[in-house]
DNA sequence: ACCTGAACACCGTTCAAGT
DNA sequence: ACCTGAACACCGTTCAAGT
């Protein structure tokens, strides 16, 4: 019975070949403009395959904003375990998030733009989500007890760090810039400066 | 009253009424559900007829965004007449910003999300959304004149401040924030105590 | 000039049917 | 259990036709 299962499977995994071939379109043509049953198609299978494995379409758009979200707190994470110094974790962890989004615009897009259903998103995504900004946290609260940082409620100094970064990532990648920051050096130059004005608002003096 | 309004529409009230509708839908149901044909039916036309006036759904959408740079703009101006000290002005630029997109959320998002096609999108879109932008650039400009912010590039300044005050409302609308803040108090605090932190990094000394 | 309905090629989603 | 095609109610856009 095994047997006949496995063999009747089109895929050995389809889910993942579904996010893979969901994250290639989202590339290709943009965040807003993709189609299920396009993935569907991309992945070899009918545009009604894909209701086995996801409930619609905004779960599928939820799993590839999960995967962004893991990909970043993985990042963070191994930033602050290469640098021991508080003022370089803080910095890089600014040079990290911006390098992921430049480099992932369209993914950057659909992570925060309004076209996924957070009423409706499996907890997973939320939890993910949340994890990335706790890799943020941290980074505060160790530099507050190094005493880099100044006293003062490290929700509020995550929030103004984090926001910092991602309002520069999605002007980025949104193109509201005139000038276009694309290459590595560009966006290490400025995700360094802008961190350091900010951080230097932060010091414990 | 029916008959009043189909006349109103052949004299070439139209287009605003199709803005209007568009406003409305998106405010009701959020950015990426709007659609052209119920753009019609609540404007009381067939579902053709706003290619009359926009060449697609594109150019409407865009339209939209164009009415809310405008606002901002205006906002921003007003509150440099109203304050002369470039302290205030910095810190009220802020709230400012942060005030209107957590007040129009939905239309936040539709003018930064990538639901927006800016290759080809009007001139005059880009023309209002700069002219958001030189308002915080002259606000800097002058906080340096006036010795409250360190000589350095003002681009660079108006663009952390821009990118910070951004993501925060990015956040906010995007609704990737646990606590909510919405009420103008929560708005005006957050708003000046990272405005102030931010402010301090840019201080001349 | 302005607006219309029909038509086309797409969508997301549901469902009875096949394997 | 997994996948399919047909069907339904939508969509943006085009076009010949009406006023």
Known sequence: VADKQKLSYHHGDLR???IQAAVALVREKGPHSLSLREVAK???VSHTAPYRHFPDKNAL????AEVGFRLLT???NLTQNHYPEPRDQFIEAGVVYLELAVKNPEITQLMFSGQIDRATAPESLHTAARDAFNQLHKIVVNAQQRNLIRPGDPDEFALSAWSMMHG???LITGEQLDKSIRSPEDVRRL?????ATLLDGLLAR
Chains 1, 2 share one sequence.
């Not at 758009?61 to 590839?64: A, H, N, P, T």
């Open 16 to 18: 993942n070949s579904l």
């Open 42 to 44: 991309k992945a070899g």
């Open 61 to 64: 758009i939820c799993s590839i």
């Open 74 to 76: 993985a990042r963070l």
């Open 168 to 170: 520069l990532a999605m």
């Open 191 to 195: 995700a360094t400066t802008v961190g």
